[in-house]
């Protein structure tokens, strides 16, 4: 296999069970560092339902997501916004009662939040938003030519990894579960993406980066780091003594749909 970023030849890397039924390989590039599964026969199955019934941090990842945008919008020139597989619509309907003229767009989710705000993929955008979905692309440069028709920025996570490439037994981002993540990534490999682009990549290094043609402040993150320190420290639930449920509730989900299947097979 080749690498679907750098086309370089492919090593195996590991294997392991996703959806609780079939077992596939990982494959790695020693070139960009890129991470993929061999071709995803799976994905229809995968997406019988477009938001995995794992994802518990749905919401509260919508909010950090507005307020990341927020601080970040200031140094773009304001105009229309695509939030690009924008689910059902939460982050839309955030930015937009904050007073940006956001869209939203997404081919396997129902808009529930945002009707009538629905984007079209042959508009022009000042910047499309792009969150949780790089690491499902089959093919992200494919994907990402198409969105850099349609603007000079993207704006997007993904959670990279930093150092040897993690085994599936090791890294949580992999999602067997959903079967859904099928692409994963370095920073190197986002800066061997922005130079394909003849763009700029700006990045925190670990779940929030920025591809633009536009040459902006390199401290944006520093601000974004902090804003997100002081918030951090005035966490409501840390005064109430409470701890989220978010992952605890994920465990919960995985485990009951387990149990469900063995049920249903035996």
Not at 166 to 194: C, E, N, R
Not at 224 to 234: D, S, T
Not at 240 to 250: A, G, I, R
């Amino acid at each position: 296999m080749l690498c679907k970023i750098c086309n370089t030849e492919l090593k195996f890397h590991d294997k392991s069970l996703i959806l609780n039924k079939y077992m596939i390989n990982y494959y790695f590039c020693s070139n960009c560092y890129f991470i993929q599964t061999e071709e995803p026969y799976w994905l229809d199955e995968a997406y019988n339902n477009a938001i995995a019934f794992t994802d518990t941090g749905i919401i509260a990842r919508n909010f950090i997501n507005s307020d990341n945008l927020l601080l970040l919008l200031k140094y773009f020139p304001e105009g229309k916004y695509l939030d690009y597989g924008g689910g059902h619509g939460i982050l839309t309907r955030i930015m937009r009662d904050y007073g940006y003229d956001f869209y939203h767009y997404d081919k396997y989710a129902e808009n529930l939040y945002a009707k009538y705000f629905e984007g079209n993929t042959n508009n022009k955008y000042n910047i499309i938003t792009l969150f949780e979905n790089l690491e499902h692309f089959t093919f992200p440069l494919e994907e990402l030519s198409k969105l850099f028709s349609l603007t000079d920025t993207i704006i997007f996570s993904t959670v990279l990894y930093s150092k040897s490439p993690p085994l599936v037994k090791d890294w949580w981002y992999y999602s067997t579960t959903t079967g859904q993540h099928v692409s994963f990534f370095t920073k190197k490999t986002l800066m061997y993406i922005a130079n394909n682009f003849n763009s700029y990549l700006l990045s925190n290094d670990y779940n929030l980066h920025i591809i633009t043609k536009h040459n902006i402040n390199k401290n944006l993150f520093r601000k974004i780091n902090n804003f997100n320190y002081i918030k951090n420290k005035l966490n409501l639930s840390k005064y109430l003594k409470k701890k989220s449920k978010t992952y605890q509730d994920m465990l919960t989900a995985i485990n009951n749909n387990i149990a469900n299947q063995n049920t249903t097979n035996s």
